[in-house]
């Protein structure tokens, strides 16, 4: 089992649609999580930290982390085109001073 | 904020020669990492660096040596570059984890291409 796992895609959603955004983990111990997104031939740019369950908004970007059931979500309002990009979830495991980043999930804001 | 730079955004080299990779941040990061990206296979760390001097190896240090002399600067080296080298490299820093933060920022990237 991956440690990380995100559904490839593409994830496309309609302008201003709301667009969700999964990932679900192994490794229990895990303690803190990250959102990036990475637009083609750029490098990733961190969007949200989250290290509590829970919520955790920041403009239109909102994190959902849920430890018991492993998983952490990020959803988009108002979608658009501009957020058209590769978003990759990642999370430090327990004990370990190295991130471990999920394959990303491509979203498509179809105007 | 942040910034990460690193010295090269494309580069292109022959099989066998001696590459160097350099990275600077100006944020006083304790931590900086090298990771290679490829299509599919997401980011796999190559090397990273907790501390002046200090390294540890990744998933994927074979082929690849590094050096960090100063905080603030982490070189990648490849030692006889090969065509299975070819990628996007990306240098990375963040504070301790000790902290209570533990984000990871990135520099642009170097596209290395060997020929």
């Known amino acids: 089992q991956k440690e990380v796992e995100q559904n490839s895609g593409p994830l496309s959603v309609p302008e201003g649609a709301i667009a969700s955004l999964n990932c679900t983990y192994s490794?229990?111990?895990?303690?803190?999580f990250f959102w990036y997104r990475q637009y083609s031939g750029k490098s990733p740019e961190l969007i949200m930290s989250?290290?509590?369950?829970g919520d955790k908004e920041d403009g239109r970007f909102t994190a959902q982390l849920n430890k018991a059931s492993q998983y952490v979500s990020l959803l988009i309002r108002d979608s658009q085109p501009s957020d058209s990009a590769t978003y990759l979830c990642?999370?430090?495991?327990?004990?370990?001073?190295?991130?471990?980043f999920g394959t990303g999930t491509k979203l498509q804001v179809i105007p | 904020d942040v910034k990460v730079t690193q010295s090269s955004r494309y580069l292109v080299k022959r099989t066998g020669e001696k590459v160097f990779l350099e990275c600077v941040q100006d944020?006083?990061?304790?931590?900086m990492f090298w990771y290679r990206q490829d299509p599919g296979l997401g980011l796999r760390l190559i090397y990273f660096?907790?501390?002046?001097?200090?390294?540890e190896k990744g998933d994927i240090p074979e082929g690849y040596s590094v050096s960090r002399e100063k905080k603030e600067r982490f070189s990648l080296i490849l030692e006889s570059a090969s065509t299975n080298q070819t990628s996007m490299y990306l240098c990375?820093?963040?504070?301790?984890?000790?902290?209570?933060?533990?984000?990871?920022?990135f520099g642009p990237g170097t596209r290395l291409t060997v020929t």
């Open positions: 490794d229990r111990g895990s303690q803190s």
């Open positions: 989250i290290y509590s369950n």
């Open positions: 660096s907790y501390d002046v001097k200090m390294k």
């Open positions: 990642a999370l430090l495991p327990g004990g370990y001073q190295k991130v471990t």
């Open positions: 990375a820093s963040s504070g301790r984890l000790l902290a209570g933060s533990y984000e990871q920022y």
């Open positions: 944020m006083d990061h304790e931590n």
